[in-house]
């Protein structure tokens, strides 16, 4: 897979192993042609250095996935996992289509032994249906080794995660087999990761270290979230109630960001697998407790659509607003889950006109995200109700009301009195990431919201 996973990850190995042949394969031609192309597919600071210096000499991308598969010893499997749409845990559990075709393919094609690396974030116990196909359909004389080596990347640094990661976590099965696959796992990230930081566990522990990181980091979020509504209700302030706890060294000051909601490819995905595999596990309690972290993110995201309607003399029908990010966080261009969608198809079912701006997102992704998130609706509805504009200046005129939904560092550049002149009065500004000088605005005239601050004094 050639996907957010797949294609930093292999890319960096390529860069720091130049004795490694390393190839990525995957079957969508047009996004093999974006790798090997000027355009990567995906947008990641400091990615298209690395491609570039390695492409062409130890890494190589392809469509010949069987070609692949044959000629390679280990065999990293980074394919999407989305949450199921429709069947036994719809909503919850892992749609493992995408990993258990590529783990056939493997079997049906390898004529050598194999180590198979699940990298994908897969819920607990994924490695042993893996297994289970492996062992079913290989040919003779060939044998399977399954190690979970799951990813921690943080998007927008992923680059400088790969570098230098907190900890490379590799999960074997506790036999010789298992353990040799391991080290030579191992090896291949010793070439510029200390020893020390690679851990070397269980597989089912390795695969339940995933789901458990990015739950608690998005439990921090929620519970910072839910803090923020008490202050817009007594008039503190979340950031001086965020930086005062933060200065707690068990705590410290990470993640305690209060937002319009999380959002990304993983958070919401991984507490939802949890969530399922509590349930099938019989611990009900368990999963409604951390169920309760992705309603508080669903509920910090409708409170702050329900503060721009009441607002706005409580209707925003035929009122502009201008929506300024549309990614999931500043410095990607990936939009999974975004809060920004959840807003957008709030202010639509309430009959507003959006204009969307977002540096690094491109319109057709942000048409498709809308179709999705609004499916009763057509395309052509929504685009008599939704522009797309080409700067953060543009997409605010003639606008009665200004959100910021993503952090993007060029929104707290922005030339606010130019905005304020050319928008209709009162001016309003949401600012959903706490990145904009409030004050600096009302004295231009902006009446300002801002996320986990209250009125009263």
């Known amino acids: ?98 990993v258990e075709s590529a783990t056939r393919r493997i079997a049906a094609v390898a004529t050598s032994n194999k180590i198979v690396v699940e990298k994908s974030t897969v819920p607990c116990r994924t490695a042993e249906s893996m297994r289970t196909i492996l062992e079913a359909n290989s040919t003779p004389g060939t044998r399977f080794d399954i190690l979970s080596n799951p990813e921690f990347l943080a998007e927008g ?9 907190d900890r490379v976590l590799i999960g074997s099965l506790q036999t010789e087999e298992g353990k040799d696959a391991c080290a030579s ?25 995933k789901l458990a990181a990015n739950a608690m980091l998005a439990q921090r979020i929620s519970s910072i979230n839910a803090l923020s509504a008490i202050c817009e209700a007594t008039g503190a302030n979340i950031d001086e109630v965020s930086h005062a ?6 705590i410290g000051p990470k993640f305690l960001r209060a937002s319009v909601g999380f959002g990304g490819s993983c958070f919401q995905k991984d507490i939802l697998n949890l ?31 329900k503060t721009v309607v009441d607002t706005l003399f409580n209707t925003i ?6 929506v300024l990010g549309f990614a999931f966080k500043a410095d990607t261009g990936d939009t999974r889950e975004s809060a920004a969608i959840t807003l957008i198809r709030d202010f639509l079912s309430e009959r ?36 797309i504009s080409h700067s953060a200046l543009d997409a605010c005129k003639q606008k009665e009301a200004v959100v910021i939904a993503t952090e993007w560092k060029e929104f707290k550049e922005i030339d606010w009195t130019a905005v304020y002149s050319q928008m209709s009065k009162p001016a309003f500004v949401f600012d959903g990431r706490m990145i904009l000088d409030a004050e600096a605005l009302r004295t231009i005239g902006f009446t300002v919201k801002v996320i986990g601050r209250g009125d009263r004094l």
């Not at 029908?317 to 201008?322: M, Q, R, S």
């Not at 498709?368 to 009763?376: F, M, N, S, T």
């Open 275 to 305: 969530v399922y595999l509590s349930e099938s596990l019989h611990l009900p309690q368990v999963a409604a407790y951390w169920r309760q972290v992705v309603e508080m993110n669903e509920y910090q995201k409708s409170r702050f659509s």
């Open 245 to 250: 706890i933060g200065y707690d060294s068990r």
């Open 1 to 98: 897979g050639a996907g957010y996973v797949g294609g930093p990850t292999c890319a960096v190995i390529a860069l720091k192993c130049p004795h490694i042949r390393v190839t990525i394969v995957d079957l969508n031609q047009a996004r093999i042609d974006a790798w090997n192309s000027d355009n990567l597919p995906i947008y990641e600071p400091g990615l298209e250095e690395v491609v570039k210096k390695a492409r062409g000499r130890n890494l190589f991308f392809s469509t010949d996935v069987d070609k692949g598969i044959r000629e390679a010893d280990l065999i990293f499997v980074s394919v999407n996992t989305p949450t199921k749409k429709s069947g036994v845990g719809a909503g919850f559990s892992a749609d493992l289509t995408y």
């Open 317 to 322: 029908t035929g009122k502009h607003i201008a």
């Open 185 to 209: 796992l191992k090896e291949v990230y010793a070439n510029w990761v200390p020893r020390e930081r690679i851990l070397t566990v269980g597989l089912w522990s390795s695969e339940l270290s």
């Open 157 to 165: 640094t992923a680059i400088s995660d790969l570098f230098s990661p």
């Open 352 to 387: 507003a006109y959006v204009t969307i701006y977002d540096p690094k997102v491109d319109e057709a992704q942000i048409w498709l995200d809308l179709a999705e998130a609004c499916p009763a609706t057509p395309l052509e509805t929504i685009k008599k109700q939704v522009t």
